[in-house]
């Protein structure tokens, strides 16, 4: 049953009676009996920032309003995006689709456009999962086992035969002991992460793919040493018939094909082993993607690379030559925070702060030479619409959270003196709110208006220890769950949070702060990461002014600070050996 209510309805009855309006919509929501919307869509499942429209790939469309309603992960695959898996809350896993190669896991042939459950992989909990172009697919739990199934011409199942995989198998050889992170697919090859920084790889290798120093192909899954030896790798991706790696210190790793210079080493030879990309060496990167032949690579200070392949545009230089080295992209636009490619097709995405999307290469079979802004909020609507195949980049995760519907259709009533019935004062201005939204949403209030939870509490509250900006955006976090700052005003949230125990604001302060940190003011925010005991931030601001070293040093920040910090700072740095030529 859905029931359905115009934003300004659920404003009234919110006014009315919100606490048990807020409680009675949570307690329908959780047990799936109604589903509260602003609107009809019965195809748009909700996550946490924002609306995910799964009706963009059509297999989602067989689907009933209760299956996907319990969707919590899913992702399209499949040479013609024919093939569906998804996770539900219950962690329960579904396939559906044309089931080529056996690449569904559910024990034969068959094609299906009902959704059918693999019993053998019932409450395990997905956190990463790859195909190829078999297609075979591999899944990590977070157990850190790995499971495979699909084609297997080249052993790219690691299980040691040929065989296709007709249903999920525990792959477990030379893995005993490590727990699987990350996977990798590409089109006959794998790849796994462990927790330890190792990368491991089998299948297909008549390129070099795996990493052997040889083009035979590698039954089992094999340790890949070389120049990887003694390093802690973080990321890993794969192209056609390529494989890149990314160390914790931002170092990036390419070895395969390279006919198209998508290792970015400057040649167009194959690699059997690991090579280093000299020509990123100074930047450090935090996420490497991989086309059918080409190679992306964001920084830590929201730059973008490009090289490989540009038959289409991939590369998004203005023109369809190939690069046998990186090249910056997007260098007139703001700073970069996700980028998108997928080994199956030729097309490139880009998110930045602002949260604006672009795309560029083969888009519905036209090349898009440069970065094109759409209309979208999510890189994964790229893939959806404009791909060719309309395959997922990633396992896409759904977060549903059906209590934010009441408090999105209270957003507009923010700060509005019409209907609120309390106001703070900041710096001489006025913030309008609802005592119950802040009861219900903050400890801090609950705790002041227990005693005093009656008609004669005064309507005005002065508040003289935070700016107006930092505390407007806190207390509408209390109703959107989302934070609108610079980095710089983000510190004094981080305050703020620190001061009122929200652990979530900390954290949401925290994503801010890394996702805007530059040379300029690294060490102020490192300085303030020490100051509000943000360890998880402190980690972060030090790697990076340790990364960006020469440069920091340089700043007004770095010797504002204060002595004793200094000396610690210097201290730690050493001991990282930063200081070794």
Known sequence: RIIFFSPREIVCKAEATLCEWLYVSETFCTHSRYLLVSKPHPLRLQRSVAMVDVSKWPLFTLLSTQELASIRQACIFGASANEAIYITHDDEVYVLGLNCSNCLGIGDSQSTIVPKKLDSLTGKKLVSLSYGSGPHVLLATQEGELYAWGHNGYSQLGNGTTNQGVSP????????????????????????????????????????????????????????????????????????????AVADNGEVYGWGYNGNGQLGLGNNGNQLTPCRLIALQGLCVLQIASGYAHSLALTDEGLLYAWGANTYGQLGTGNKSNQLSPVQVMTEKERIVEIAACHSTHTSAAKTQSGQVFMWGQCRGQPIVLPHLTHFSSTDDVFACFAMPSVMWRLLSMEHDDFLTVAQSLKKEFDNPETSDLKFSVNGKYIHVHKAVLKIRCEHFRSMFQSHWNEDMKEVIEIDQFSFPVYRSFLEFLYTDSVDLPPEDAIGLLDLATSYCENRLKKLCQHIIKRGITVENAFSLLSAAIRYDAEDLEEFCFKFCVNHLTEVTQTAAFWQIDGNMLKEFICRASHCGAFKN
């Open 169 to 244: 198998i525990l792959v477990t050889t030379n893995l005993q002991n490590k727990r699987v992170t990350e996977v990798a697919c590409g089109s006959h090859h794998s790849l796994a992460l462990t927790h330890e920084g190792e990368v491991f790889a089998w299948g297909y290798n008549n390129c070099g793919q795996v990493g052997s120093g040889s083009t035979a192909n590698q039954p089992t899954p094999r340790k890949v040493s070389n120049s990887l030896q003694n390093k802690v790798m973080v990321s890993i991706a794969c192209g056609q018939t390529s494989s890149m």
